[in-house]
Structure formats: C-alpha cells, structure tokens
C-alpha cells in the first residue's frame, strides 16, 4: 500500500503484507501501527473502490460511472455522485502516473525475487525513496509527462465507526454536490 502527493512521490509506503491480503486490512494494519499512516488535520485520500468510506478515506461511488473514457465525447455526468467520479479518477491517475514511473524505473522488483522476504521488503522501500529523488533532483525518462499520460484502464461492527463512515459518506456526498453545483466553473 502506498500514499502520493500530487508531485508523484511517496509520501507513506508499506510493503511487507502479501499481495493477495486485503485493502481494508493492509490499512487497518497500517493506521494502527506506530510509524504508520496519519491523515494530516483536515485532510483527506482519495482511495480506489476496495477501500470502504471511512474517515479521512473516501472512495468513488460504486455503481457510478467513474473513468475518463466512460465520459468522454459529450458524454458528460448526470448527476453530483458521476461527477465526483470523474474528479476522482482524474485525480487517481496521479497516483497510476506514480506507479507506472516507479515500475518502469525498477523493472527488477518485478522479477523471480532471489532474496529472502525481509530484503524483499527494503528493496520496494529503497526503491520509492529512490523515485522520490530522482523526482526531486532532475527529469527522468521513466516518469511521463502529465499532458502525455495515457492511464491503464482499470486497474466494522462498532456503531461509532459505523457513524464515523456514515458522516464521511455525508462528506463525500456534501463534495460531490458542491462539484455538481459548481460544475460549470472548472473544466473537469
């Protein structure tokens, strides 16, 4: 699991579950551990939809159109929950821009690994440190230009958390109307 700011680095990387464990789980475990991830005061992520809505994590709206291309050529949201989508997913392929300089930049990672779990781990971190150096000290061949990026398609029982989900899905919508109402003024 990782974060990223909108300059592509990794601002929070975890790599030590199995890639078969689930999102919900792999944060769980990551917001419960000491050098784990906070959600800066008054911020929020945009999380991909195995994620459920919970506070400072909001998800697209299942059962809405959500990528680019569903809305493309005048085919335009119709309502606040689609427009959400749109802006969530234009803002998601920062993190698929990420992901793709960072695969194309340590094509090794991705290999029959030789070294035993626990390097394994250090190596993806040392990795994201890397990218996040080259990011900062000078243009790469392998991070695309934002004009240019062509993204891939597709890629809690405790009542209080239930509330604390309920007030987030009220903030997501609260967003997504204020988008909607707002839709005219801004080009996405």
Request: net charge negative; with cysteine.
């Amino acid at each position: 699991m990782a974060t990223v700011d909108f300059d592509l680095k990794f601002t929070y990387v975890l790599a030590d579950w199995e890639g078969s464990a689930h999102d919900a789980l792999i944060l769980a475990n990551s917001l419960e551990r000491e050098d784990g991830l906070k959600v800066p005061t008054g911020k929020f992520f945009l999380v991909d939809a195995g994620y459920a809505v919970r506070p400072g994590f909001l998800p697209p709206y299942h059962g809405m159109r959500y990528h680019l291309k569903e809305n493309g050529r005048g085919n335009h949201p119709q309502n606040a929950k689609e427009l959400f989508n749109l802006r969530h997913s234009s803002l998601r392929t920062m993190v698929e821009r990420a992901f793709a300089a960072y695969k194309n930049h340590w094509k090794f990672v991705y290999n029959k690994p030789f070294h035993g779990y626990k390097t394994q781990v250090k190596v993806v971190l040392a990795c994201a440190i890397l990218h996040n150096w080259v990011l900062q000290y000078g243009e790469d061949e392998y991070f695309p230009p934002e004009e240019t990026w062509d993204p891939e398609p597709n890629d809690e029982d405790h009542n209080d958390i239930v509330h604390d989900n309920i007030s987030w899905a009220h903030k997501r919508d609260k967003f997504a109307n204020q988008m909607w109402a707002n839709r005219g003024l801004a080009n996405i």
